[in-house]
């Protein structure tokens, strides 16, 4: 399963609010795995990698 359908799936079928859905798929793991120093946020000197969407998760854009 990619990250984009889990955090659908999470708003969908779980009625977890976006902003939490994404939060269990950024920061939390980041934290878990003890790399929440460099992933996990927009932030001053974090790595990025983002994903934009539009609609309900139709279209997403990657930008590295």
Known sequence: ISM???VKNAITF???PLELALKMSTSTPA???KSNRKFGKIEL??????ISFEGVFEKVN???
């Open 4 to 6: 984009k359908d889990a």
């Open 14 to 16: 779980l009625n977890i």
């Open 31 to 33: 934290s878990l795995i």
């Open 45 to 50: 000197g974090y790595e990025a990698k983002l």
């Open 62 to 64: 990657v930008i590295i």
